[in-house]
């Protein structure tokens, strides 16, 4: 039940994430930049971490 919860969060997080991101593209608001900006940061961070440890083994 809680995992559930849990992921449902973390789906609307996402969600909500990159629709800043289209919506910064677009000319958004001020907020809806800082907020796609940091989607894009971490999806790159997330990106670099998961090449890091392919290789790295």
Known sequence: MVVGAVLIG???VVLVGCGCVVWSDR???PWARTVGNLTVRAGDALRGYYRR???GG
């Open 10 to 12: 973390v789906l609307v």
């Open 27 to 29: 000319g958004g608001p």
């Open 53 to 55: 440890n392919r290789r």
